[in-house]
Nanobody, 116 residues
């Protein structure tokens, strides 16, 4: 069973920064797609940023220029650097790893709260 463990969430003032980490229980090179999603209260889970095949990246329009996704193969870790945080970024952030359509894994989530 693949495990994804997120960390790095917390409470920060608007304009501040946080870095989230997602550590996988096996090599992240195993996953054609890996990235970050978030879910705010009363809203659907949405894509924040992800790596796709060939290490291409996708970002939600709302975070482009503020958030950066990166990865460290040696540490089996994917990061999300979040700068210029806004209250609208408040959500539970989840790490997702996709091996195939039949094998999709989620972490337990980490709370990010941005105060105004």
């Amino acid at each position: 069973q693949v495990q994804l463990v997120e960390s790095g969430g917390g409470v920060v003032q608007a304009g501040g920064s946080l870095r989230l980490s997602c550590v996988a229980s096996l090599s992240i090179s195993s996953f054609p797609e890996m990235g970050w999603y978030r879910q705010a209260p009363g809203k659907q889970r949405e894509l924040v940023a992800r790596f796709t095949t060939g290490s291409n990246t996708d970002y939600a329009h709302s975070v482009e220029g503020r958030f950066t996704i990166s990865k460290d193969y040696a540490k089996n870790t994917v990061y999300l650097q979040m700068n210029s945080l806004e209250p609208e970024d408040t959500a539970v952030y989840y790490c997702k790893a996709t091996y195939s359509p039949a094998y999709i894994y989620w972490g337990q989530g980490t709370q990010v709260t941005v105060s105004s």
